[in-house]
């Protein structure tokens, strides 16, 4: 199997910091996804490693290590429009761009 | 600027009344997919066009079909809905390899 885990729930407050945090199994890897999805609603884009090291996107960064294939997703200024779901999605070579999701973190900001 | 449509957003149907959903795409994407996500789940895939070479995944239940009449359409056929088959139902497209891009799903109530 694929296995992509994540932490089920997270509750940090309003200005602070979170990350999120995702492994997966590293044999065939091609690239991993960052989704946010807000209830109810499709989900979008965050971010795309496919190399290792961190790629930074305004208060969003994403984090790969595929030695070790672990990501994080790294939220700074939190507010209170990021409490949605964080999905994190593997590509694997050979399945045409295929997208393997993990079962989502729900994110609760908080004042 | 919607690049991924999909109608209608909210579909009612009754137990075992055939339903179609659909989806389209501005983006010319050459692969587009079908997700089912249940609540507090993650999206799983149901299958995927590749242009018009379909991709069935081997758990997705023969209840459900697809149809890609051109590159810019696709659409979902559940033959037979049970009341499992509650769900929104999201499209996604890619250029092969890449991001893929989300439709707002459209949410099914089988009654």
């Known amino acids: 199997g694929q296995n992509i885990d994540q932490p089920t729930e997270m509750t940090a407050t309003e200005g602070a910091i979170v990350q999120i945090n995702c492994t997966y199994q590293t044999s065939g890897f091609n690239g991993l996804f960052w989704y946010q999805q807000h209830a109810g609603e499709a989900p979008t884009f965050l971010s795309y490693?496919?190399?290792?090291g961190l790629e930074e996107k305004g208060r969003f960064s994403s984090f790969l290590s595929r030695s070790k294939g672990y990501s994080y997703l790294l939220l700074k200024e939190l507010q209170m429009k990021d409490s949605a779901s964080y999905l994190c999605a593997v590509t694997y070579t050979g399945t045409a761009s295929k997208l393997t999701f993990g079962t989502g973190t729900r994110l609760q900001v908080t004042l | 600027d919607a690049m991924v449509i999909q109608n209608p957003r909210y579909q009612v149907t009754q137990f075992g009344k055939p339903v179609t959903l659909s989806c389209s795409q501005t983006l010319n994407h050459n692969v587009m997919y079908w997700y089912q996500q249940k609540s507090s789940q993650a999206p799983k895939l149901l299958f995927h066009?590749?242009?018009?070479?379909?991709?069935n995944e081997a758990d997705t239940p023969d209840n459900f079909q697809s149809r890609r009449p051109n590159t810019s359409f696709c659409f979902l056929d559940i033959r037979s809905p049970g009341l499992g088959d509650a769900a929104m139902y999201l499209c996604a497209t890619s250029s092969g390899g890449h991001e893929q891009f989300f439709g707002p799903g459209t949410r099914l109530t089988v009654l």
């Open positions: 066009y590749y242009d018009k070479d379909f991709n």
């Open positions: 490693n496919v190399l290792d």
